[in-house]
């Protein structure tokens, strides 16, 4: 769907995915299963002993616990562990599916038509890759729920959605990583967490009293932008940008990271200060439709080709951070500084160079 041209089929296929999967209704039905599932990764934290002084990678937990979210809100099931072998079977069909779509090989057919019959082994791949993981859904999870849907007759009622959330374990990593080398915004983020909430814990319905965690998480965001080059626009008339005159269906591809980072827009771009979205840029939001919208500001991108994921993908990264912050003090591993937080490029996303070990002494209250 992300690179089908605008029309039909595409106003369809929108509509598929966002009325059943991305609404208000959806969070309101699922919230319950987010906390679960961030709640059992805060008692695991609290359980393991190597987490105190050692650490642990934070990414292994959080990408189970985003899975879990996932496939319960897909089929109604979930993973038992790290190791369990349906588990290590569906990342390692996610990782290769990331790595065709990373890669260099990429189908640049899409852009430049004249490539295509070279690009034939490519696309082979990828639909291999495809057979094999409908086989994988179908054989273990989606007839399972129609044997559930038989049995229960006219009693059953729908207990699952769809969701591909999953770029909030990326983003929930990195920003631990950031909160681990700024202390003070840790700090900062805690004392605001004990005084709205006063114990409570951080939930969907209660992050809207939380500022400075919404200005954390649009900082990472700013400074790590999910996607630093959003999937191809068409301007569907002709257009003048620059001094330059674009054809009507021309390709647009727009650097998002550049527009977050860049000097004469921002002021210390390089520096991690969510105070920025408080104070000089506190009307700066991630819109992705209507309204008033900071065109330096598209982590989600925007209008038609929007990701519709931003009302589930911001709540739970809310719930992720604000619960690790509140219950726990995160820290370099023993003989450490700080963690490394620095990037490497694929194609259309950038990804943590080195996954962090990150050290979760518990809080006590």
Known sequence: MVFTVY??????MRRVMTLPFFTNKVVQQYKETWEEEMELVASDLR???????????????????LYNVMYRMMFDMKFESMEDPFFVEATKFNSERSRLAQSFEYNYGDFIPILRPFLRGYLNKCKDLQ???????????????????????DKHRP?????????????GEITADNLVNHPAVQTKLRLELDEALGGEPVSESNLHKLPYLQAVIK???????????????MNLEEAKLGGYTIPAGSKVVVNAWWLANNPELWQSPEEFRPERFLEEEGAVDAAV??????????????????????????PILGIVIGRLVAGFEMRPPLGTEKVDVAEKGGQFSLHIAKHSVVAFQQIQK
């Open 47 to 65: 359980s393991d002993r190597t987490a105190k002084i050692e650490g642990v990678v934070i990414r292994k937990r959080l990408q189970l616990m």
């Open 289 to 314: 439709g209507g309204g008033r919208v900071d065109f330096r500001f598209l982590p989600f991108g925007m209008g038609r080709r929007s990701c519709p994921g931003i009302v589930l993908a911001l």
């Open 159 to 171: 207990q699952c959605a769809i969701d591909h959330i999953l770029e909030a374990e990326k983003n």
């Open 219 to 233: 900082e990472t965001l700013r400074l790590h932008t999910p996607i630093p080059l959003l999937v191809p626009h």
């Open 131 to 153: 057979s094999k993981r409908l086989a994988f859904f179908n054989n273990y999870y989606v007839e399972k729920r129609r044997n559930i849907m038989v049995a229960n007759g």
């Open 7 to 12: 029309g039909d089929h595409w106003r369809k």
